[in-house]
C-alpha cells in the first residue's frame, strides 16, 4: 500500500529525466487532481543517457507492479508502492522510474 499518484506526481528516470503524465481519466480523483492509472501515458523528457558516444535516452515508463485492488474505469491505479522501469526507444529498460512525490491524503494497494 502507498500514496496514490496523481497526474500531477512528480516522477523521474534514473538519469533526471523529467516524467510527465498525460492521463484520459477525467473522473477519479484525489486532491483534486486526476488519479493515475496503468493504462496512461508517461513520456520522460530531457533524459540526458549516453551509452558510450550513443544517445540513449528514456522515453516512455512502462509500469510492472500496480496496484492491485483499485481501479479506475478498468485499469489499475498506482502508489508510491508501484513499480516502473523507464525504457528507450527501442523498448529497453533503463532503470526504474522514481515517484519524487505524489499526494499524502488517499492510499491504495
Known sequence: MGNSLITSATLQCPHGGAVQIISSNTRVKATSTPMATSADTFIV????????N???PCLSVKWIVTDLRVKVGGPQTLSTASQGLCLNAAQLPQGPVTI????????SE
Do not use: I, M, R
Request: charged residues 10%; hydrophobic residues 45%; proline residues 5%.
Open 54 to 56: 550513443v544517445a540513449s
Open 45 to 52: 523528457l530531457g533524459c540526458p543517457f549516453f551509452v558510450g
Open 100 to 107: 519524487a512525490s505524489t499526494q499524502v491524503k488517499v492510499k
